[in-house]
């Protein structure tokens, strides 16, 4: 029972349930209901078990992803957090690396299926996203910014590989009737605006994360943000971007409500703007003390 509590620390169980209903989300409450009948004619459009492999697929290449890094990052995390410590402290390196091979080709796996009942795309990306996974752990994540960067955008693809997954640009391509060209286009409309509110909280969070462990990372010559900047300056820099995403959710408010969308604009604004601006005050109470300090 330890071990199994420690495998599932390790994949970060928390964060992957927030993936597949991030996905759950965007597919039963934006694509399916802005998806024409004609669609449904298609030959290789969406559907429910195509859907279960994407969600499957993006699940076990992150948790493939969460594996590696803790591999990678056993000394930074002895000084980071060593009372949090799974691989080598519970799990040996070498089954820690088994597990990352086992369950990213099993991501691999659910995405060829999934890519040929929908779009060859999602195969190449995918597999592209397992690479830059591991890359990112043994060097981006010790470089200025793209470290920060790369994570962000692969938070964004578990947006954007559902649009894919609705063969949009084959539909394009093959100039189907005018609703499905309509609604293909609202669709990615969607997908920008959600999977660009994923990559801008995202690279927040991590630039935070870059914060709060940048002792460890200091200690082995790590150029993260917070190092090569400095604390004042990394808060400024989460700061601006926190006041761009609130700015752009209000923005986009004023346009839903004239759809008379209130019950949208009621959600966003409390579960999202109003804790977004808590955050920003945070910070500006932080930025005083720093300054007052110095």
């Known amino acids: 029972m330890k071990l199994i509590k420690a495998f599932f620390r390790l994949i970060r169980w928390p964060n992957l349930v927030f993936i597949a209903l991030t996905q759950c989300l965007f597919y039963f409450c934006i694509i399916l209901p802005n998806l024409p ?5 298609l030959p290789n459009g969406i559907n429910l078990f195509a859907f279960v492999l994407i969600v499957a ?4 290449i992150a948790a493939g992803g969460y594996i590696i890094n803790d591999y990678f990052d056993i000394n930074i995390d002895q000084i980071n957090k060593p009372d949090k410590m799974v691989v080598e402290k519970l799990i040996k390196r070498r089954w820690a690396i088994f597990f990352h091979l086992a369950i990213t080709t099993a991501g691999v796996i659910c995405s060829f299926f999934a890519a040929l009942q929908t779009n060859m795309i999602i195969l190449v990306v995918n597999i592209f996203c397992t690479l830059l996974l591991w890359f990112y752990s043994t060097t981006f994540k010790k470089k200025l910014l793209s470290g920060n960067v790369i994570i962000s955008l692969l938070t964004a693809w578990t947006i954007f590989v559902l649009y894919f997954s609705t063969n949009a640009n084959f539909i394009v391509a093959r100039n189907y009737d ?3 060209l309509l609604s293909m286009k609202f669709i990615f409309k969607l997908a920008v605006l959600y999977a660009g509110f994923a990559f ?3 690279l927040i969070r991590e630039v935070v994360k870059d914060m709060e462990d940048m002792h ?3 200690r082995y010559n790590c150029k993260t943000m917070p190092i090569v900047w400095g604390i004042p300056a990394t808060k400024v820099f989460a700061g601006v971007w926190l006041i761009v995403l609130i700015g752009a959710l209000s923005i986009i408010q004023f346009y839903v409500l004239q759809f008379s969308r209130w019950l949208s604009a009621v959600y966003c604004i409390i579960l999202i703007i109003i804790p977004l601006l808590l955050i ?3 910070y500006t109470m932080l930025k005083q003390q720093l300054i007052i300090i110095g």
Do not use: R
């Open 37 to 41: 009948p004609s669609y449904l004619a």
């Open 57 to 60: 697929a993006s699940v076990l």
């Open 178 to 180: 005018m609703e499905t």
């Open 200 to 202: 801008i909280i995202s």
């Open 216 to 218: 460890g990372d200091a």
């Open 280 to 282: 920003l005050k945070n």
